[in-house]
């Protein structure tokens, strides 16, 4: 992708957020004679507004980033002092600036101390300078700038607003607003992989591999800005901005924000034009589905198709995951080789089968004809297969297809009621681990548990009993959490799972005899090894909980 020419100029916004060095360079706090005491290093903190304090319980009203102004009459004890100054750091005071006088002719010594243990900026006025000209001052310098981002932002909204309604597409949003973040944006779709991306003045390969350093959450990885895309009330992805060329500002994070909703409008237009295209071309199974095709008219229907059978069995499948780095086209096309393999192998096999294909990030819908309902798995087992083994060939992933198989029925007005409950059950099936095929009528732990994943009980049940193994392995870069896991996936037989982790057996003794210690638990109790086991299944549906912890 190329970038558009002019983009920079027009969104970025003239100047910068007031800094703490920005601000003594005020002709007005120049006039104070200012003293940098403690915490030179740290004069680029931004300044999100100005106060001026006397009062030792100010810390509960700061939101971070304030520079505070006093002549020091808060302070008292030492003890207190300390206090205090260690709760302004907390809050993310931007400087603390005390004027000399009569109440301060030096600052005190353990001011002074507390401020460099707690890394706060603590600068001192030698000459006296009326407070409210220096907040008058940098408030009119915040204004400005706040005023500036706005307006800058309202340009670059008015801008992208125009092209979305002259029928402008997503590659060309990404491409202005890559000029005016100064760095390459990736949109990326609600299950992984990115759709689009904008390279601004990188290389395809860099922004590649800066893009698997950041998902795959690698220390060298860019410095990142994302926001959630929606539509309707649903996820549709993330826009995210990788800092490749410039570090981010405010404006970008601004920029990245009104961009969002520019890219769900066009997604909104997008979907209803292909909704409009779908009525007048929709598949028949689809059109089955969504009731738009009455069961007598899909039993005539589907004879005129040569697809005549005593029982019908509806299927729904989609793309197992997609690759971080592959776009959605290139994807379509390896799904497209996909289904060819399949229609190819099925007749073949002389299996009667109607498919509704669609694109990689959709669920695509299945009816195969049986000739008695005992043959619902055996044919379910050989479907499966042929489709995993197409999917391994073309994406090299094994279980690649998520499968979930309704019930085998004898009327059409069935089937369309199978399609709909194979279709729900994917959400589950994603989050379940992975199998040839899942059966949408019989709900499975994994899927009930994703079912119940919003009731904060069953979170709260899991971390009670996990969070300590999780913790200590994250301070000591052990492996206690995947033995737990490979132990108890084998029933607690320990001479199996130390062959599993390629362990000699003391070594996996030792390491059950941590875990007990750690959870207070025995191991070899059944009841135990339950509640561990219906811990982990848990922790598997909860979104904060990383990847790479499931063995």
Known sequence: MTSASNGVSQTKPAGAALTVRAALDLPILRGGAPEVVVGADALDRPIRWVHVVEVRDIASVLRGGELLLSEGRMFGSAVEDRRLIAELSERGVAALVIELGPRHRTLPKNIVVACQEHGLTLIALHLPVAFIDITEAIHSQIVSYKMTLLDSAHQLQDRLTHLALSNGQIPEVLDILADAVNNPVIYERQHGGFVYQALHTMTERDVSAAWE?????????????????????RSAGRLVALAM?????EADELALERTAGIVSLVLMRDEHQDSVAARNQRGFLTALMHGEMPPYR?????ATLGFVAPVLLPLAIRAAAHHRSRPLS?????????????NSEMTGRRMTAMIDQAPSNDISLVMLGLEDV???????DRFANVVQEAADRHIGVPNGAIICAGSAVHTWQAAGEGLILSVEAMDGAMQSRPRPWHDAIDLDLDRLLWSLRQNPDLAR?????????????RQRRSELFKTLQELLRLNGRKAETARALHLERQ???????????????????PDTRLGLHLALRIMRQLPEVADDLWA
Do not use: C, M, N
């Open 298 to 302: 899909a039993e005539a229907r589907s």
């Open 374 to 380: 005992t043959q619902r798995k055996s044919a379910i």
């Open 330 to 342: 290139l994807e379509d096309r390896l799904w497209k080789q996909i289904w060819d393999d399949v």
């Open 507 to 525: 070594s996996l003794y030792s390491r059950v005899e941590r875990i007990e210690a750690l959870l207070g638990v025995d191991l070899d109790d």
């Open 245 to 249: 060329s410039s570090p981010f500002t």
């Open 461 to 473: 049940f899991a971390h009670l009993r996990l969070d300590t193994l999780l913790d200590h392995d």
């Open 213 to 233: 350093a950041h998902t795959r959450r690698i220390s060298s990885a860019p410095t990142a800005l994302e926001t959630t895309l929606t539509v309707g009330e």
